[in-house]
DNA sequence: GTCGGTGCAAATGCTTTGCATTGAT
DNA sequence: ATCAATGCAAAGCATTTGCACCGAC
């Protein structure tokens, strides 16, 4: 599946990039690591990128400015940005295919410990009435959904 | 993260096995294809695994059993299963990292366009609720929650 | 004897890492 | 000088594929 195009409901994008260029310095900084041009680039381009981005779109739109980044630093950007919790991963949670059952199709809404790395299955029905009304308001019709939360011991 | 163990919210297993084998038999037969020792192995290992398993797991799981079956032929029969609706993919939808802004973290919740294969970010206040509750009668605290619905033209 | 099925090993594609070089303080 | 950052190329890792051999009808 390629997911190139994202539509978001409704935001235009104003200049956001000025706090989380503080935020990711400060981080960078509680690490005493620096701020470099080559940072200062994958955070600007990323930015104005739609919404939800795959690493490789983001290699070649910085290509396409002309700014050269290799892509090891932007690899290593994208995860200090996400330890910096500027970015995060869509979709994903580990990078390698998890698969269950379909039987029933029950076990499709999760509950993840996040300290301990346990999944557990989980039922809310009223889900698929959010659903199908989220559908509904967009014309089209659901085929499925998913469900996570993540947690940990309170 | 390494999300090995699994627990499933209080179902016990029933012989489920006989129903899928004659759908995977059928999924088969309407591929022109057979149904071999192999492929009824990695069927049987994979249905008495705790419900969501990654690939390798199922390779070590069978051979522990003393089955022989090569990583080839066991990634070959999970994606006949998955054709033949018997097992689906969890947590992922594609083999890339995708990535989005976590600012407000306001996209969460994406509505996925199955046919066009567009992603449109919604906001859908009341799961943070539902997400608190599932967590209270666990015993748990929230740290967030993550919602997919799947669609396509009505 | 024709097909598909299998195992092996090589290929793939995304991401990470080792290492020598470079740059800032 | 020191310490971290960079680019390149090589390594990793899960998954896929090419190919030669095998087996069922």
Same mark, same amino acid.
């Given at each position: 599946?390629? !997911? /190139?195009?994202? %539509?978001?409901?409704?935001?235009? $994008?104003?200049?956001?990039?000025?706090?989380?260029?503080?935020?990711?310095?400060?981080?960078? %900084?509680?690490?005493? &690591?620096?701020?470099?041009?080559?940072?200062? &680039?994958?955070?600007?381009?990323?930015?104005?990128?739609?919404?939800?981005?795959?690493?490789? &779109?983001?290699?070649? $739109? #910085? %290509?396409? /400015?002309?700014?050269?980044?290799?892509?090891?630093? #932007?690899?290593?950007?994208?995860?200090?940005? &996400?330890?910096?919790?500027?970015?995060?991963?869509?979709?994903?949670?580990?990078?390698?295919?998890?698969?269950? !059952?379909?039987?029933?199709?029950?076990?499709?809404? !999760?509950?993840?410990?996040?300290?301990?790395? $346990?999944?557990?299955?989980?039922?809310?029905?009223?889900?698929?009435?959010?659903?199908? /009304?989220?559908?509904?308001?967009?014309? !089209? %019709?659901?085929?499925?959904?998913?469900?996570?939360?993540?947690?940990?011991?309170?």
């Amino acid at each position: 599946m390629d !997911l /190139r195009p994202i %539509k978001s409901e409704g935001d235009a $994008e104003p200049a956001i990039i000025d706090p989380l260029c503080s935020v990711f310095r400060r981080h960078l %900084k509680s690490l005493g &690591q620096k701020y470099t041009p080559e940072r200062a &680039q994958v955070l600007d381009v990323l930015v104005e990128l739609d919404d939800i981005f795959q690493a490789d &779109q983001l290699f070649e $739109e #910085m %290509k396409g /400015r002309g700014y050269r980044v290799s892509k090891a630093t #932007m690899y290593r950007t994208i995860k200090l940005l &996400q330890e910096a919790g500027i970015i995060q991963q869509v979709l994903l949670t580990s990078e390698t295919a998890h698969y269950q !059952l379909a039987y029933g199709r029950k076990a499709q809404d !999760l509950l993840i410990r996040l300290d301990t790395d $346990e999944i557990i299955a989980i039922s809310v029905p009223e889900l698929a009435a959010i659903r199908d /009304r989220v559908c509904k308001e967009h014309g !089209l %019709k659901a085929t499925g959904h998913r469900f996570q939360v993540f947690a940990s011991k309170g």
